[in-house]
């Protein structure tokens, strides 16, 4: 089946650092590229939705200019979590979308971000 | 704007118990899909099951099987003779539409002892 693959699976990064997560669909093309945010033993609440070439739209209540979405090729997607805080550990998922095909969507393995 | 529900926070059972998780959705649209995801300790979502909302037929898996109904607007979950492996929390998802974003419940816990 398809793979989706998010890199790096965990970080630990000092507060006020910036992070960068990766997103990668590995064995298809994906026009569209979802990002959500898990917080320990919560749902998966949807961050943002980034279609390639274009800018992220985001949900209400997420800060556009702290988490800071790429989607510059049909392959990859990024997340910057800028200036970041322990408020912002948290397990990121990124989710994308076969467009070119069934229009399934696949999901990344995750990313466990810790902020001291 | 869709709405999952799954009342159930945590559910724990004995090995070799049948266990049916609920999942209640809401949506405007004619056409959406409804999925049911395991989540693991490790994190990563487990794909278990996607319905389409023209398709109200049930469907088995081995030990797992859905029944849903539109009437009800529920998207239920159960697995038959439950194992210490089962336990994770399942999710309940829905897309309005193909090309839409999902939505999550707020998932179920669930503990199978031995």
């Known amino acids: ?116 | 704007a869709q709405k999952v529900t799954q009342a159930q926070t945590e559910i724990s059972v004995v090995e070799k118990e049948d266990v049916t998780l609920d999942c209640v959705y809401e949506t405007r649209d004619t056409t959406y899909y409804l999925f049911w995801y395991k989540q693991p300790p490790s994190g990563e979502l487990v794909f278990l099951i996607r319905r389409n909302s023209f398709d109200e037929q049930n469907e088995i898996s081995g030990r797992y099987s859905w029944n849903f109904q539109k009437s009800t607007s529920s998207f239920n979950f159960t697995i038959t003779a439950s194992q210490v492996v089962d336990s994770a929390v399942y999710f309940c998802a829905l897309s309005e539409g193909m090309n839409n974003d999902m939505r999550f419940g707020a998932g179920t816990r669930l503990t199978v002892k031995p």
Not at chain 1, 102 to 111: C, I, K, P, V, Y
């Open chain 1, 1 to 116: 089946g398809a793979v989706v693959s998010q890199h790096p699976s965990w970080v630990i990064c000092k507060s006020g650092t910036s992070v960068k997560i990766e997103c990668r669909s590995l064995d298809f093309q994906a026009t569209t590229m979802f990002w959500y945010r898990q917080f320990p033993k919560q749902s998966l609440m949807l961050m943002a939705t980034s279609n390639e070439g274009s800018k992220a739209t985001y949900e209400q209540g997420v800060e556009k200019d702290k988490f800071l979405i790429n989607h510059a090729s049909l392959t990859l997607s990024t997340l910057t979590v800028t200036s970041a805080h322990p408020e912002d550990s948290s397990f990121y998922i990124c989710s994308a979308r076969d467009g070119a095909n069934t229009g399934e969507l696949f999901f990344g393995e995750g990313s466990r971000l810790t902020v001291l």
